[in-house]
């Protein structure tokens, strides 16, 4: 878009409070005037200059500036960058002096992102990896997004989208011409381009949902009777005293969380109060909220005390409780267990919470069972669940395409032809997207 008619913007990019360096980012077509405000000379497109700012005749600060011109610049449009000392000061004096001015506006959240998709910089797909970025707390979210933004699904998606045009072309072209019978050879071309572009999709489909896992990562409940060592176990997860450890049944009574790196995958861990028949009104309320968050969690991890005879009654009735897919964990194997064979199982697994190996061993086992996996092959490109609907409503319409007969009814196989275009083309923002657009860029934060 040209950058006439447009206000130009402005937000410090960085994390306010104090800091050793805070970047002010302007842009649109006055950007190169906003150094002009302190007194100073904008620096050449390209090029860093060092420069003392001036209000009211009074130094505000000595700053780097960084100017680049339209189109190249990181939102296609001119761009000017304050890099100054992270003082609130300094920060509120600059701010405050571009506010003054009529043209220049306060960017809001996402704003230069935004623009950045208008003018061709980045695609959709691209700015919610950098969203995701932005957000990352592990390694493979931080690899995943940057996949995302290098085009692991773009790509791919806009040669499935280019293909189907092509098909469709064809049709149309038979459409056009309906008094000619479609040879056989090309029916047959196009039908099997159709299968093939159908699998593909089906293939990247089949996924397990693992790019989403990864993003939006997972929640894991702790249940167990009282006394099984819940406790003692997401102390030794969290590598600190997150929970009080007590010999006392009933110490937990109220849900604590703690945030866990399994193989990638955030996870929150849930310790909940321990299940046990006899309880006073407030472990009563703790043992509800206990259920009630294993109904929420993607894995529940049942803690049971491996020394003690009556576990397996202890399991059987906690399966009674909540139909969530369930790992058992046996505590206490120092102790010796109660049933040495069970710890065999493959929904099953001994440890002794007391013993740092055995709870590496633990940590190893879930990210096993929650990473279905290995995250870093990059044929995993669905991160969203927008991204999902998307394609399989392409797939769909692909499905339909094929029980078409494309000698008599070619129209109705272009229409399906046309229907996964589309659907494929809101993945990158190939069409209009007005209604997307705003809640993808609302999460933004304000320089950005």
Same mark, same amino acid.
């Given at each position: 878009?040209?950058?006439?008619?447009?206000?130009?913007?402005?937000? @410090?990019?960085?994390?306010?409070?104090?800091?050793?360096?805070?970047?002010? +980012?302007?842009?649109?077509?006055?950007?190169?005037?906003?150094?002009?405000?302190?007194?100073?000379?904008?620096?050449?497109? *390209?090029?860093?200059?060092?420069?003392?700012?001036?209000?009211?005749?009074?130094?505000?600060?000595?700053?780097?500036?960084?100017?680049?011109?339209?189109?190249?610049?990181? &939102?296609?449009?001119?761009?000017?960058?304050?890099?100054?000392?992270?003082?609130?000061?300094?920060?509120?004096?600059? !701010?405050?002096?571009?506010?003054?001015?009529?043209?220049?506006?306060?960017?809001?959240?996402?704003?230069?992102?935004?623009?950045?998709?208008?003018?061709? #910089?980045?695609?959709?797909?691209?700015? $919610?990896? !950098?969203?995701?970025?932005?957000?990352?707390?592990?390694?493979?979210?931080? =690899?995943? /997004?940057?996949?995302?933004?290098?085009?692991?699904?773009?790509?791919?998606?806009?040669?499935?989208?280019?293909?189907?045009?092509?098909?469709?072309?064809?049709?149309?072209?038979?459409?056009?011409?309906?008094?000619?019978?479609?040879?056989?050879?090309? $029916?047959?071309? !196009?039908?099997?381009? &159709?299968?093939?572009? +159908?699998?593909?999709?089906?293939?990247?489909?089949?996924?397990?949902?693992?790019?989403?896992?990864?993003?939006?990562?997972?929640?894991?409940?702790?249940? *167990?009777?009282?006394?099984?060592? #819940?406790?003692?176990?997401?102390?030794?997860?969290?590598?600190?005293?997150?929970?009080?450890?007590?010999?006392?049944?009933?110490?937990?009574?109220?849900?604590?969380?703690?945030?866990?790196?399994?193989?990638?995958?955030?996870?929150? @861990?849930?310790?909940?109060?321990?299940?046990?028949?006899?309880?006073? %009104?407030?472990?009563?309320?703790?043992?509800?909220?206990?259920?009630?968050?294993?109904?929420?969690?993607?894995?529940?991890?049942?803690?049971?005390?491996?020394?003690?005879?009556?576990?397996?009654?202890?399991?059987?009735? @906690?399966?009674?409780?909540?139909?969530?897919?369930?790992?058992?964990?046996?505590?206490? /194997?120092?102790?010796?267990?109660?049933?040495?064979?069970?710890?065999?199982?493959?929904?099953?697994?001994?440890?002794?919470? %007391?013993?740092?190996?055995?709870?590496?061993?633990?940590?190893?086992?879930?990210? %096993?069972?929650?990473?279905?996996?290995?995250? /870093?092959?990059?044929?995993?490109?669905?991160?969203?669940?927008? =991204?999902?609907?998307?394609?399989?409503?392409?797939?769909?319409?692909?499905?339909?395409?094929?029980?078409?007969?494309?000698?008599?009814?070619?129209?109705?196989?272009?229409?399906?032809?046309?229907?996964?275009?589309?659907?494929?083309?809101?993945?990158?923002?190939?069409?209009?997207? $007005?209604?997307?657009?705003?809640?993808?860029?609302?999460?933004?934060?304000? *320089?950005?």
């Amino acid at each position: 878009m040209s950058q006439a008619g447009y206000k130009t913007i402005f937000a @410090i990019a960085t994390p306010p409070g104090r800091s050793a360096i805070a970047v002010i +980012r302007i842009s649109g077509p006055l950007a190169s005037k906003a150094p002009a405000l302190f007194g100073a000379a904008c620096p050449l497109a *390209g090029q860093f200059s060092v420069a003392r700012l001036v209000l009211d005749q009074r130094v505000i600060d000595q700053v780097i500036l960084l100017f680049m011109q339209a189109p190249f610049s990181s &939102t296609g449009e001119d761009v000017c960058e304050i890099h100054c000392h992270g003082s609130r000061a300094v920060i509120d004096a600059l !701010l405050a002096r571009l506010g003054t001015k009529d043209d220049f506006l306060m960017a809001k959240p996402g704003e230069f992102t935004h623009r950045s998709f208008m003018n061709g #910089k980045m695609d959709l797909s691209s700015v $919610e990896g !950098l969203a995701d970025l932005i957000e990352a707390e592990t390694a493979t979210q931080l =690899h995943q /997004a940057w996949a995302q933004i290098d085009g692991a699904l773009r790509a791919p998606v806009m040669a499935w989208r280019g293909e189907l045009v092509e098909i469709a072309a064809q049709l149309e072209a038979l459409i056009d011409f309906a008094d000619e019978d479609l040879p056989d050879a090309v $029916e047959s071309a !196009l039908r099997t381009s &159709t299968g093939d572009l +159908r699998l593909a999709l089906a293939s990247h489909l089949d996924d397990g949902g693992a790019g989403e896992l990864v993003r939006d990562g997972v929640t894991i409940a702790f249940i *167990g009777p009282v006394n099984a060592g #819940k406790s003692t176990i997401l102390n030794g997860l969290a590598g600190r005293a997150a929970a009080i450890v007590s010999d006392e049944a009933g110490t937990t009574r109220d849900i604590i969380q703690i945030r866990l790196d399994l193989g990638g995958v955030p996870a929150t @861990i849930l310790d909940t109060a321990g299940i046990r028949d006899e309880s006073g %009104k407030i472990e009563a309320e703790g043992i509800r909220r206990s259920v009630e968050a294993a109904g929420f969690a993607k894995l529940v991890l049942v803690i049971l005390d491996g020394s003690d005879p009556a576990w397996p009654a202890a399991r059987d009735k @906690i399966d009674q409780l909540t139909g969530q897919p369930k790992f058992y964990i046996l505590n206490k /194997a120092d102790q010796g267990l109660a049933a040495p064979s069970a710890s065999a199982s493959d929904e099953m697994m001994a440890i002794s919470a %007391k013993n740092p190996a055995d709870i590496e061993k633990l940590i190893a086992k879930l990210a %096993k069972l929650l990473v279905p996996i290995n995250h /870093a092959d990059t044929s995993v490109i669905i991160t969203r669940q927008r =991204h999902r609907h998307a394609m399989q409503e392409a797939h769909d319409a692909l499905s339909r395409a094929l029980g078409h007969d494309f000698q008599d009814a070619p129209e109705m196989a272009a229409e399906d032809f046309r229907v996964a275009a589309v659907a494929l083309g809101r993945i990158t923002g190939e069409i209009d997207v $007005e209604e997307l657009l705003g809640s993808i860029f609302s999460a933004f934060c304000i *320089g950005k």
